[in-house]
Antibody
Framework: QLQLQESGPGLVKPSETLSLTCTVS??????????WGWIRQPPGKGLEWIGS???????YYNPSLKSRVTISVDTSKNQFSLKLSSVTAADTAVYYC???????????WGQGTLVTVSS | QSVLTQPPSASGTPGQRVTISCSGS????????VNWYQQLPGTAPKLLIY???QRPSGVPDRFSGSKSGTSASLAISGLQSEDEADYYC????????????FGGGTKLTVL
């Protein structure tokens, strides 16, 4: 059964770079037809797609975040990662990783990790 | 403001049928599939309906999805207390070089 697990610092200072990694187990990140995505949810608010990556490195980013986001993949470790630069308090959220099937639906999701931006 | 529009809240009594709407445009719902997620309190979202009307294994047939033009809806029949959750619609949007878009979410209360 495919599982995803987010990891990374829970606290990031304003203006610094948020870095998270998603580890995929129970399946290969190099499977065709699957992208791998990041989604976030600010406390008490809705879901926002951040971006998705194919194992070859092809990426799609949310236009509103594109200037600050980098998503990369490490097939040897079965992991993909998120970097979000110049963070502010508005970037405080639970960050989820998920398999993005055919760039249509997300399944399964990781449990999520709360990242707080604060000095 | 979300690209897909959902009512912020919905409610029903046990056993009732409720529907949640999701409105979009030609670049998202009108040309791609609609997918629905259920988020129980304090948990990660879970895929509920994919490809407009398909249920993943394990999702009760009380949940159904439909799509017409640039709108979609999620129906829950035989409402149960454990259905109280937030529900999100989502789709791929072909504008701006392609992007994933979500609705703002609908909080379903079982009275």
């Amino acid at each position: 059964q495919l599982q995803l697990q987010e990891s990374g610092p829970g606290l990031v200072k304003p203006s610094e770079t948020l870095s998270l990694t998603c580890t995929v187990s129970g399946g290969s990140i190099s499977s065709s037809s699957y992208y791998w995505g990041w989604i976030r949810q600010p406390p008490g608010k809705g879901l926002e797609w951040i971006g998705s990556i194919y194992y070859s490195g092809s990426t799609y980013y949310n236009p509103s975040l594109k200037s600050r986001v980098t998503i990369s993949v490490d097939t040897s470790k079965n992991q993909f990662s998120l970097k979000l630069s110049s963070v502010t308090a508005a970037d405080t959220a639970v960050y989820y990783c998920a398999r993005h099937i055919q760039l249509e639906w997300f399944d399964p999701w990781g449990q999520g990790t709360l990242v707080t931006v604060s000095s | 403001q979300s690209v897909l529009t959902q009512p912020p809240s919905a409610s029903g009594t046990p056993g009732q049928r409720v529907t949640i709407s999701c409105s979009g445009s030609s670049s998202n719902i009108g040309s791609n599939t609609v997918n629905w997620y259920q988020q129980l309190p304090g948990t990660a979202p879970k895929l509920l309906i994919y490809s407009n009307n398909q249920r993943p294994s394990g999702v009760p047939d009380r949940f159904s999805g439909s799509k017409s033009g640039t709108s979609a809806s999620l129906a829950i029949s035989g409402l149960q207390s454990e259905d109280e959750a937030d529900y999100y619609c989502a789709a791929w949007d072909d504008s701006l070089n392609g992007r994933g878009v979500f609705g703002g979410g609908t909080k379903l209360t079982v009275l």
